[in-house]
């Protein structure tokens, strides 16, 4: 089975310092990773995904995240946060031999950046 | 805007009652996945059709069933509606020729069971 699990319900941040939203996975095989954002009343907007490869992937908007094997983790980051950024963050793992359109999605991470 | 469009945007129903509820996918894909989010949850899948089919269940119960049409829109049907069915549900849609696609998703369809 998979899993996931964003250990803060919670990141508070002020505009312009680094923003970091923590995740970690639980897969029997190769996980493929992705991150949405959601708006208050909006569906799930993608931000970036890893498949294979480099371990730091780029997404939209600024974000990145950095896959780690050993510590079954991938990380969003964000070197300088924007009022803008506040919104809810998803983190979502899928198995390779799973159904490509079924991710398991993390409750969640609620950002507020301060001005 | 990811082209994935849901309706209706808001609905309220009584228990016991049944729903419809609408997707249309995004051009050119043609696989179809339904989720629900309850508040203050993460989105849990509930299924995914594809070519017409439904091919990937989550665990919910058969009164949820759904339609896929040969244009790849699809229908989230739920019968007998219970006061836990309340959330936000969402359509994403994807191509099933590229197993590594992220989901599109649409703004979703709130229901609310009284």
């Known amino acids: 089975a998979q899993s996931v699990a964003q250990p803060e319900d919670q990141v508070n941040v002020a505009e312009g310092n680094p923003l970091t939203v923590k995740c970690t996975y639980s897969v029997s095989g190769n996980p493929y990773l992705f991150w949405y954002v959601q708006y208050p009343n909006r569906g799930l907007q993608f931000l970036l995904k890893y498949i294979t490869g480099d371990n730091l992937v780029k997404g939209s908007y600024g974000f990145e995240a950095e896959f780690n094997k050993s510590q079954t983790s991938f990380h969003l980051k964000k070197p300088s946060a924007l009022v803008s950024d506040s919104a809810l963050y998803f983190c979502?793992?899928?198995?390779?031999?799973?159904?490509?359109?079924?991710?398991?999605f993390g409750a969640g991470t609620q950002v507020v950046v301060t001005p | 805007e990811t082209g994935v469009t849901q309706s209706p945007t808001h609905l309220i129903k009584t228990r016991g009652q049944q729903v419809t509820l609408r997707c249309s996918s995004q051009?050119?894909?043609?696989?179809v996945s339904w989720y629900q989010q309850a508040l203050g949850q993460g989105p849990q899948f509930i299924f995914q059709?594809?070519?017409?089919?439904?091919?990937g269940r989550g665990n919910f119960p058969p009164r949820f069933s759904g339609l896929q049409f040969p244009n790849y829109s699809s229908e989230l049907n739920v019968n007998a509606l219970e006061l836990d069915d309340s959330a936000l549900y969402l359509c994403?849609?994807?191509?099933?020729?590229?197993?590594?696609?992220?989901?599109?998703f649409g703004e979703g369809s709130r229901l609310t069971v009284l």
């Open positions: 994403a849609s994807s191509w099933g020729g590229e197993n590594t696609g992220e989901l599109f």
């Open positions: 051009s050119g894909h043609n696989t």
């Open positions: 979502a793992v899928r198995d390779i031999f799973g159904s490509w359109g079924k991710l398991q």
């Open positions: 059709y594809y070519r017409e089919e439904e091919n």
